[in-house]
């Protein structure tokens, strides 16, 4: 599994923007949609999808997602790593936490479906209280079962 160099495949945000124009053309003649190419070049990009087999639709979408912010990427070159201090308010921190995650993705994806998970742990002794930020592209959510349903 894993992405390929990119030297040796198709743009797969140019595959994407073709299978979205197709769908969403007026003029849609027949009504079919024959992703195939698309799939070729998801395929080319993570391994694990080719062969047409079944896989989670979860997995398939963080992949595509990945696969398009690496591509999109506006940021050229590797940031320097640095580990944040926590300092400041809540709100500075988060500030600090994204603008981090931003100097190394920064694409239209990011910008469509980027967002930045916050949990928070309390000292039981001291009641200081410490944040995590996490950047995700997709989220999971659980959905409740309704009564009578399952």
Known sequence: GGLKSTSRRTSLA??????????????RGTGVYSPRSFLNCISNWDRRFAGGRQHDSQEFLHSILDALQQECNRVRGKPQYKELQGKGSEAEQADDAWQYSKSWHDSIVDDVCGGQLQ???????????SYCFDPFLDLSIPLPKKRGYG
């Not at 949990?119 to 209280?129: E, L, Q």
């Open 14 to 27: 140019n595959a994407f923007a073709e299978g979205v124009r197709q769908l969403v053309r007026e003029d």
């Open 119 to 129: 949990s928070s742990v309390t000292c039981s002794r001291c009641k200081r209280v």
